[in-house]
């Protein structure tokens, strides 16, 4: 019986975890939805971009962001360390 409970008890773990993240997600896609954002990213404590979206800022697992560039309006992924900064609502 304990050999049946304990895989039960981690894939219901499981689902419980993920069903937070995507929460998370849907509630970050809900509030920011695709508002432009000015980033700036660094690498090794030097800034290597610098630049706003023209809309949504997608994060993927890796780290990476990928937006389009407002300045030459190109599908643009970057990886390093970003801050993200949203535009206000109107």
Avoid: H
């Avoid at 929460?23 to 970050?28: E, G, L, N, T, Y």
């Avoid at 890796?62 to 970057?78: H, P």
């Avoid at 390093?80 to 206000?88: I, P, S, T, W």
């Amino acid at each position: 019986m304990r050999t049946v409970l304990v895989p039960l008890a981690a894939l219901l773990t499981a689902a419980a975890v993920s069903a937070c993240t995507d929460s998370r997600q849907a509630q970050r896609e809900v509030k920011w939805g695709d508002r432009p954002a000015d980033i700036t990213c660094w690498t090794y404590g030097v800034q290597n971009f610098e630049g706003r979206s023209t809309g949504k800022v997608e994060y993927d697992e890796g780290g990476r962001l990928s937006f389009v560039d407002a300045t030459n309006g190109r599908f643009t992924t970057i990886e390093g360390d970003c801050r993200v900064v949203y535009a206000k609502s109107e």
